[in-house]
């Protein structure tokens, strides 16, 4: 209803006219009324909000809730009082388009709260979005438009405060830098309007805590006679509440880069506005910064020795900035030169180790230190560091902790712990503490047969250990000294402690495969071919076939259609510790024995417990091999000898000669061969061309019969043949000798 003020006047008039005596009184009424048509006076102003850290994100960053408001008068033409509507379209990201709608006439239960509204529904247009937009012509919706009601105002004077809301439709905004639009507007009750634009910002106003080194040393280079460091070097950890620290920027002197320039790298100096150009010839003089965008850092040339008190500015990514002082020694300007620190890394049979990380130190520390550099072939390595210093070195190798570790390694600890045979140096009491406890137990022994199983791929232990040569190794708890330091002058060598391996057949080089003692014995076990129903449980006796002198095994099964229930003593004592179940059907086993083990043939060793998953034969259900754990046994001897599975069906009616295994091989490989009677038999290898490069003549038992031959014994490497002649039988395979 339009605002308007009344005014009534009334007429009252004689009538002279009538006969005397009847004079009558008569008269009228005029109406006037005032049309307000001043419009309200609006005012808003631009709005900063301070960001402050999102907790919920949990990749950082800054937002700030934001609270609108504005004021409205009207000059109260018509009224003592009335009221004045309110308008607001917010214009995120400044795109044309409206995200959010504050107005006095929407309905009024969106008081204090934001209600979403999209285009469609369904894929059919939203009649209450339609409605707005058809309301606001001149300030277009977005697709997804927040709209909540605001209280109309008393035309005197009040501030509207746009509400911010609460869950996932609050008002909130990140901290971006960037200019959001804010058009309002008022109306009163004549329909007169005011508006204004202004705009809002969320903005991190808290500069970075820079975190740096207080004290450093940087060396000279003698030839051009400089030092550069970067700003970044001097970082300890500078963090800031908004920017996370990958994106902090670093530089010297307050002096920041060319702002515009700042993705790309170039030379700055301090100007008379800001930082202006440079030349690489004033950053040579040090005269000048460096900026590198890949670092975030600048870069800065010192051409003189001395102590310097530098500053180090961090800057975030809102160009907020402050600083801290460092206290840089420039030292090299001493014409004595510099000195070598070299040495070697062995093992105690004095094996070089190759790719061991070295890693030197000086004091006083100094930019370009700790250096680390790596053994060579020959198991030595060296660095330069400048005279006048003092140094400690340090060595590492890690991963391979399988390397030189078998079943094996197993007999020989636990002979040590039950005191039959004793470990007879202190680097390898070293190798047998695999859980790094200082002594040596049957922890020990539970650490390393989990990795021979395959059910770890480490231990609590470093893989190698590194004492300094010449110091002395404890035993009573293990101790030693790892770090060489300058007293050690020249001559700064490491012993190399392959922990788990205390038969000392760990692989030093690629270029030197390590050759165990190998005997040509075979422990042979079977299983009798069965029929196994679908889900059946069913146990699997293993008996002995050729189980003589036999101080442990490990192997390598796979149950296919077949899933494992457990295990059970027979001859040998074993339990699931000596078991690994892995993924897919693989079964890995180690047993170690005190003393070596003989067991008659058909003896039960121990028993599987499986669930066949179908229908099949035991023999369809289980192979031996090498996938995971290496197949082999050992004798009392402690030589390494071979393992086989064999499933007793048919008897073997004829000779077969298998694949030599490994293959290819570095160091050796073995070939096997079934005889259906002991009879003689000639093994033969030759190369490509056809010469013969090895012949044996063997007297063949009955059965599975085998050969090692080694990469010495053939002399060649690549392709070779061999083949297997005995009465009217003959057959070839091929083997591969790699570098």
Same mark, same amino acid.
């Given at each position: 209803?339009a ?21 009558t009184?008569?008269?009228?009424v005029h109406?006037?009324?005032?049309k307000d048509d ?25 937002e ?9 008068s009207d ?15 917010f ?13 006095s ?15 469609l ?12 937009q058809?309301q ?14 605001l ?16 869950g996932a ?6 901290a971006?830098?960037?200019s ?18 202004s705009?809002?910002?969320v903005?991190?106003?808290k500069?970075p805590?820079p975190?740096?080194?207080s ?13 550069e460091?970067?700003?970044?070097d ?21 002096v ?6 700042v993705?790309e790298?170039h ?11 440079a030349?690489?010839a004033?950053?040579?003089q ?25 500053n180090?500015?961090v800057?975030d990514?809102?160009?907020n900035?402050?600083y ?14 510099s ?5 070697s ?5 004095g094996?070089?180790?190759?790719n061991?990380a ?5 004091s006083?520390a ?15 390595y060296g ?6 210093f003092d140094y400690?070195v ?22 040590h ?12 009491m ?10 040596v137990?049957?922890?020990?022994l539970t ?22 040569a010449g110091t002395?190794?404890n035993?009573?708890?293990i ?7 300058t007293?050690n002058g020249?001559?700064?060598?490491f012993?190399a402690?392959?922990?788990?391996d ?12 390590s ?15 069965a ?6 449980v069913?146990?699997i ?10 101080a ?10 077949a ?15 000596n ?5 897919? %059907?693989?079964? =890995?086993m +180690?047993?170690?024995?005190n003393? /070596?083990?003989? !067991? #008659? ?5 121990? *028993? ?7 229908a099949?034969?035991v ?12 197949a082999e046994?050992?004798?009392?001897d402690?030589k ?6 064999s ?8 000779i077969?000669?298998?694949q ?6 570095? %160091?050796?490989? =073995?070939? +096997?061969?079934?005889?259906s009677e /002991?009879?003689? !038999? #000639?093994?033969s290898?030759y190369?490509? *061309?056809?010469k013969v490069?090895?012949?044996r ?6 059965g ?6 080694t990469?010495?014994q053939?002399?060649?490497?690549g392709?070779l ?9 003959t ?9």
């Open positions: 209803m605002h308007v003020k009344k005014w009534r006047v009334e007429y009252t008039y004689i009538n002279w006219c009538a006969p005397t005596g009847q004079n009184l008569g008269g009228y109406y006037y009324t005032y001043i419009a309200p006076v609006l005012t808003c102003t631009n709005q900063m909000f301070a960001a402050t850290p999102n907790t919920q994100n949990p990749n950082g960053g800054c700030a809730q934001v609270a609108l408001e504005a004021s409205a000059a109260l033409v018509c009224a003592d009082e009335s009221w004045i509507k309110w308008q607001m379209f214009d995120g990201w400044a795109d044309g388009t409206v995200d959010r709608l504050a107005s006439f929407v309905n009024k239960s969106w008081n204090g709260i934001w209600v979403p509204q999209t285009r529904i369904a894929g059919v247009p939203n009649p209450v979005w339609t409605a707005l058809n606001h012509p001149n300030a277009p919706l977005a697709d997804l438009v927040y709209v909540t009601y209280k109309p105002t008393k035309a005197s004077g009040e501030t509207v405060k746009v509400p911010v809301g609460t439709t609050a008002f909130i905004l990140n971006e830098n960037i959001h639009k804010v058009l309002w507007k008022v109306t009163d009750g004549c329909g007169n309007v005011d508006q204004c634009e705009t809002v910002m903005v991190d106003k500069a805590t975190y740096c080194v004290i450093s040393t940087a060396i000279m280079q003698t030839n051009p006679k400089m030092v460091l970067w700003a970044r001097f970082d300890k950890g500078a963090f800031d509440n908004c920017s996370p620290q990958s994106k902090l920027y670093f530089t010297f002197d307050g920041a880069p060319i702002y515009s320039r993705n790298e030379f700055y100096k301090a100007g008379a506005n800001g930082s202006v150009n030349t690489a004033e950053y040579a040090g005269k000048a910064y460096k900026w590198l965008p890949s670092s975030r850092s600048a870069g800065k040339v010192w051409v003189a020795c001395g102590t310097f008190n530098v180090v500015d800057w990514e809102a160009w900035t402050d801290c002082t460092v206290v840089l020694d420039i030292r090299g300007c001493d014409p004595t030169g000195r070598i620190v070299s040495g890394v062995a093992t105690a049979n094996q070089a180790v190759n061991v070295v890693t030197v130190s000086v006083p100094v930019t370009e230190f700790p250096k680390t550099v790596y053994t060579g072939v020959a198991g030595t660095t330069e560091i400048p005279a006048g400690v340090e060595a590492n190798k890690g991963g391979d902790y399988l390397n030189g570790v078998s079943t094996l390694d197993l007999v020989m600890i636990q002979r712990i039950l005191g039959l045979q004793t470990l007879d140096n202190n680097y390898l070293i190798a047998a503490d695999v859980n790094n406890d200082g002594k137990t049957a922890s020990d650490e390393l047969r989990k990795l021979i199983l395959g059910v770890t791929n480490n231990f609590a232990n470093e893989s190698w250990r590194f004492p300094v002395t190794v035993v009573n708890p101790s030693f000294d790892e770090v060489s330091s007293a020249a001559d700064n060598n012993v402690v392959k922990i788990g205390v038969n000392g057949n760990v692989t030093t080089n690629i270029n030197n495969p050759v165990e003692a190998r005997s040509n014995s075979n422990v042979a076990m079977s299983v009798a071919d029929a196994v129903a679908a889900g059946e069913v146990e006796p293993v008996t002995a076939a050729n189980f003589n002198d036999v442990g095994f490990q192997y390598t099964m796979n149950l296919d259609g899933s494992f229930v457990g295990i059970n003593s027979g001859s040998l004592e074993v339990t699931a510790s078991v690994g179940v892995l993924e897919n %059907g693989v079964l =890995t +180690s047993y170690a024995s003393e /070596a083990v003989n !067991a #008659t043939e058909g003896e039960v060793l121990f *028993t599987l417990v499986v669930k066949a998953n179908k099949m034969n023999s369809e259900m289980i192979t031996m091999n090498s996938d995971v754990t290496r046994s050992y004798n009392s402690l390494v000898g071979n393992v086989s599975l499933v007793r069906t048919a008897p073997v009616a004829s077969e000669l298998f030599n295994e490994p293959n290819p091989f570095k %160091g050796q490989t =073995t070939v +096997s061969f079934n005889m /002991a009879a003689t !038999a #000639t093994l290898v190369d490509v *061309t056809g490069v090895s012949v003549n063997i007297d063949a038992t009955k599975l019969n085998s050969e090692v031959f990469r010495e053939l002399g060649v490497s392709v043949y061999y083949t297997l002649v005995s009465g009217d039988f057959a070839t395979k091929k083997m591969i000798i790699v570098e």
